[in-house]
Antibody
């Protein structure tokens, strides 16, 4: 069974930074594109970024472009999301998901990011 | 691409059919997926390619449509189907989700 385990969430101040990690197992990691999807409290889903299997291609939603960076370490089966210049509206549960820019066939349990002064 | 789901809330008796709709603001071919999110859980893929059930998904879930109009049907609602259902297009970046349809058990 595919396993995706996020970590790194927590409380950050506006303008601050966080780095999320997603440890993957039970599938051929470098064969799959991956993505980060967020869900603000009581709201819907937003795919904020995706990355190809080899890490060469990345995509970002306009809401995070220039502030967030997605990258992966295929030797460690780990996906990352570097979040800079955080805003209150970035507060959400962040899910790691397999499938990247296409349909998302496996999801982690999510990690909560709270941006507040 | 805006994905608009209707209705916002659907109340259905166990054993009855539930029909959920999703409309895309521009043509997305068959590049639509449906997800189920139960309270306190991560979303789960139900349908991709507008009509292909994901692995392990019961046959009572079916999807149809192409272009701009899509439908998710639950043929015989079970109590465990209480959830919010989201459609997503993956034809055009940025990928976008609908706002969700909450299915309640009557």
């Amino acid at each position: 069974e595919v396993q995706l385990l996020e970590s790194g969430g927590g409380l950050a101040q506006p303008g601050g930074s966080l780095r999320l990690s997603c440890a993957a197992s039970e599938f051929s990691f470098n064969a799959y594109a991956l993505g980060w999807v967020r869900q603000a409290p009581g709201k819907g889903l937003e795919l904020v970024s995706s990355i190809s299997g080899d890490g060469a291609e990345t995509l970002y939603a306009d809401s995070v472009k220039g502030r967030f960076s997605i990258f992966r370490d295929n030797s460690k089966n780990t996906l990352y999301l570097r979040m800079d210049s955080l805003r209150v509206e970035d507060t959400a549960v962040y899910y790691c998901a397999r499938g990247g820019p296409y349909y998302l066939d496996s999801w982690g349990q999510g990690t909560l990011v709270t941006v507040s002064a | 691409t805006v994905m608009t789901q209707s209705p916002a809330t659907l109340s259905v008796s166990p054993g009855d059919r539930a029909t959920l709709s999703c409309r895309a603001s521009q043509r997305v071919g068959s590049s639509v997926a449906w997800y189920q999110q139960k309270p306190g859980q991560a979303p789960r893929l139900l349908i991709y390619g507008a009509s292909t059930r994901a692995t392990g998904i019961p046959a009572r879930f079916s999807g149809s449509g192409s272009g701009t109009e899509f439908t998710l049907t639950i043929s015989s609602l079970q109590p465990e189907d209480l959830a919010v259902y989201y459609c997503q297009q993956y034809n055009i970046w940025p990928r976008t989700f609908g706002q969700g349809t909450k299915v309640e058990i009557k």
